[in-house]
């Protein structure tokens, strides 16, 4: 006879136990003290003291959504397998299921979505030939093209070690000492260092990758999200007042948008370009600081990517989501980039220290086929990736007694020439601020006149030194743009703090206004 009561709905602790009583610790008499036997207080305290993961150094606040990929099989007029054979590609209107990961890069996992800064666009395709992960960023270049700078820049562009404080100056000193940063400031100092939320913002692998036919011939490609929504972006003073009202906004609007059935969508575009060093650029295709010109490398529409469902569990999904630059398939290939060679290594290293060695074997990080590996052990492995059929004894290859085989190179593998002295030295044609001074000119007057509003007013807390070779930069890449930032900052007040986020408007006052503004109250 079943007294227990139990339903479908009954609480119980992760042994399965039903949960009486949720209320109370068992105490000796009902003001205490408490026993040590406590089962299901020390079950559920125990986890809650464990229940954060460490968090991600970069990209720590993010949001996430659910979605598919739709491929137009084709570049330009061409069938799309002329130049990949990756099966993500082919067969116009064949879709993918994917999850893509927003986030913002520099500060922690629930600081303001309105900071001026970097936004994360990682995109996880559950392919059937197995997982393939494209990581980029809302803007098309980077601060740095050498992954051993890498820390550094990160160390510059976080909270001060001492006072806890994002500075400016040491954003600045890190930046104007490697000045093929000068392109990304100018933009993250415009008001695209702001996207209004994450739908209406662009997608970029960054990096420079291969495609590989069937013939083993690749080419270099670089990947474009285009949102259908629209781009918007934020000045600085409207991105303050969002934040007064909600630090959450976009977040909320991602979420939101999908929950009303209002799916955000982007279209794929690649450029496309011979693989080799192109002499004939001044710029070299492997610099990630370096945009190439559409005008000759044009935008090919390759598919369309749909958000249509949002995470059920945001720790179980969003926060455990890992994403690596080195998960590619067949027909997708690694270029000689050096950023993309040293995040290769960093990103799935760093999954493996913050989620654990198993990361790959949660739900939402698990390719949707089979696995089968000889890896096990770990913490909280939840299965072995036996075949069907395997000789469960055998943990390696190769074997004769039933273990896993390797399988059949299908098309010709891709197998490039390499040849060079082993060196440390930066690239060739580096053309630091050439770019730099397109893209001033490209902008609309409103964002050169924010750009600069930006820039003199965090300069002008900030070192002469620094000051000066700012200057310098900006007047290389365009007269007016060098000539009006060092005018702005002859102008500009100096007596202010360089701790506050990057261009914030009198964020050093806060403080103080605090302390003015607070009323006083008796103590209780």
């Given at each position: 006879?079943?007294h227990?009561?139990?339903?479908?709905?009954?609480?119980?602790?992760?042994?399965g136990h039903?949960?009486?009583?949720?209320?109370?610790?068992?105490?000796?008499?009902?003001?205490?003290?408490?026993?040590?036997?406590?089962?299901?207080?020390?079950?559920?305290?125990?986890?809650?003291?464990?229940?954060?993961?460490?968090?991600?150094?970069?990209?720590?606040?993010g949001?996430?959504?659910?979605?598919?990929?739709?491929?137009?099989?084709?570049?330009?007029?061409?069938?799309?397998?002329?130049?990949?054979?990756?099966?993500?590609f082919?067969?116009?209107?064949?879709?993918?299921?994917?999850?893509?990961?927003?986030?913002?890069?520099?500060?922690?996992?629930?600081?303001?979505?309105?900071?001026?800064?970097?936004?994360?666009?990682?995109?996880?395709?559950?392919?059937?030939?197995g997982?393939?992960?494209?990581?980029?960023?809302?803007?098309?270049?980077?601060?740095?093209?050498?992954?051993?700078?890498?820390?550094?820049?990160?160390?510059?562009?976080?909270?001060?070690?001492?006072?806890?404080?994002?500075?400016?100056?040491?954003?600045?000193?890190?930046?104007?000492?490697?000045?093929?940063?000068?392109?990304?400031v100018?933009?993250?100092?415009?008001?695209?260092?702001?996207?209004?939320?994450?739908?209406?913002?662009?997608?970029?692998?960054?990096?420079?990758?291969?495609?590989?036919?069937?013939?083993?011939?690749?080419?270099?490609?670089?990947?474009?999200?285009?949102?259908?929504?629209?781009?918007?972006?934020?000045?600085?003073?409207?991105?303050?007042?969002?934040?007064?009202?909600?630090?959450?906004?976009?977040?909320?609007?991602?979420?939101?948008?999908?929950?009303?059935?209002?799916?955000?969508e982007?279209?794929?575009?690649?450029?496309?370009?011979?693989?080799?060093?192109?002499?004939?650029?001044?710029?070299?295709?492997?610099?990630?600081?370096?945009?190439?010109?559409?005008d000759?490398?044009?935008?090919?529409?390759?598919?369309?990517?749909?958000?249509?469902?949002?995470?059920?569990?945001?720790?179980?999904?969003v926060?455990?989501?890992?994403?690596?630059?080195?998960?590619?398939v067949?027909?997708?290939?690694?270029?000689?980039d050096?950023?993309?060679?040293?995040?290769?290594?960093?990103?799935?290293?760093?999954?493996?220290?913050?989620?654990?060695?198993?990361?790959?074997?949660?739900?939402?990080?698990?390719?949707?086929?089979?696995?089968?590996?000889?890896?096990?052990?770990?913490?909280?492995?939840?299965?072995?990736?036996?075949?069907?059929?395997?000789?469960?004894?055998?943990?390696?290859?190769?074997?004769?007694?039933?273990?896993?085989?390797?399988?059949?190179?299908?098309?010709?593998?891709y197998?490039?020439?390499?040849?060079?002295?082993?060196?440390?030295?930066?690239?060739?044609?580096?053309?630091?601020?050439?770019?730099?001074?397109?893209?001033?000119?490209?902008?609309?007057?409103?964002?050169?006149?924010?750009l600069?509003?930006?820039?003199?007013?965090?300069?002008?807390?900030?070192?002469?030194?620094?000051?000066?070779?700012?200057?310098?930069?900006a007047?290389?890449?365009?007269?007016?743009?060098?000539?009006?930032?060092?005018?702005?900052?002859?102008?500009?007040?100096?007596?202010?703090?360089?701790?506050?986020?990057?261009?914030?408007?009198?964020?050093d006052?806060?403080?103080?206004?605090?302390?003015?503004?607070?009323?006083?109250?008796?103590?209780?």
């Open positions: 006879m079943n227990s009561h139990e339903k479908d709905d009954t609480l119980t602790n992760r042994q039903p949960v009486t009583n949720n209320q109370n610790l068992r105490t000796v008499g009902n003001r205490g003290p408490a026993t040590l036997e406590n089962y299901d207080f020390l079950e559920k305290i125990s986890h809650f003291d464990r229940e954060r993961v460490p968090e991600r150094v970069v990209h720590a606040r949001a996430g959504a659910h979605g598919y990929f739709e491929t137009y099989g084709v570049v330009g007029d061409e069938p799309i397998s002329n130049y990949t054979r990756a099966k993500v082919q067969d116009k209107g064949k879709q993918t299921p994917v999850f893509v990961r927003f986030s913002t890069v520099i500060h922690g996992g629930h600081s303001p979505e309105t900071l001026r800064d970097p936004r994360g666009f990682a995109v996880k395709f559950y392919t059937e030939d997982n393939w992960d494209l990581v980029g960023n809302n803007l098309k270049i980077f601060f740095i093209r050498d992954a051993m700078k890498f820390p550094d820049m990160i160390h510059a562009f976080k909270p001060d070690p001492i006072t806890n404080i994002q500075d400016v100056e040491r954003f600045f000193d890190f930046c104007t000492s490697s000045p093929e940063s000068f392109h990304m100018t933009f993250i100092y415009s008001p695209w260092g702001i996207p209004a939320n994450y739908r209406m913002m662009q997608g970029s692998g960054v990096n420079t990758y291969k495609w590989v036919n069937s013939e083993g011939k690749a080419v270099l490609v670089k990947y474009h999200w285009e949102p259908l929504q629209g781009i918007k972006n934020l000045t600085q003073k409207e991105a303050e007042e969002i934040q007064q009202k909600n630090f959450n906004h976009a977040t909320q609007d991602l979420y939101d948008a999908i929950k009303r059935g209002d799916y955000p982007w279209e794929l575009n690649v450029q496309i370009m011979e693989d080799g060093p192109h002499p004939e650029l001044d710029f070299d295709p492997l610099d990630d600081t370096k945009l190439w010109p559409n000759k490398f044009p935008w090919y529409p390759v598919g369309k990517m749909v958000l249509n469902k949002n995470p059920e569990d945001y720790f179980a999904e926060e455990q989501a890992t994403f690596g630059t080195g998960v590619l067949d027909g997708l290939d690694f270029s000689d050096k950023m993309l060679q040293g995040r290769t290594f960093s990103y799935s290293d760093t999954q493996r220290h913050r989620v654990g060695a198993n990361y790959l074997q949660l739900p939402i990080n698990a390719p949707k086929k089979r696995v089968a590996t000889n890896q096990s052990g770990g913490q909280m492995m939840y299965k072995r990736d036996l075949a069907p059929g395997q000789n469960p004894h055998i943990n390696y290859e190769p074997s004769m007694l039933n273990g896993l085989k390797e399988a059949t190179q299908t098309a010709k593998e197998t490039p020439y390499i040849e060079g002295n082993l060196v440390r030295e930066s690239i060739d044609r580096q053309n630091n601020t050439k770019q730099a001074g397109e893209t001033y000119r490209n902008f609309e007057q409103w964002e050169r006149d924010e600069l509003a930006n820039l003199i007013r965090d300069l002008s807390a900030c070192n002469t030194a620094i000051q000066e070779a700012m200057i310098a930069l007047a290389e890449a365009d007269e007016e743009y060098g000539r009006l930032l060092k005018e702005g900052l002859q102008k500009a007040q100096q007596n202010t703090s360089s701790a506050k986020p990057l261009g914030n408007i009198n964020g006052n806060a403080p103080k206004d605090a302390v003015d503004k607070g009323h006083d109250a008796e103590p209780y």
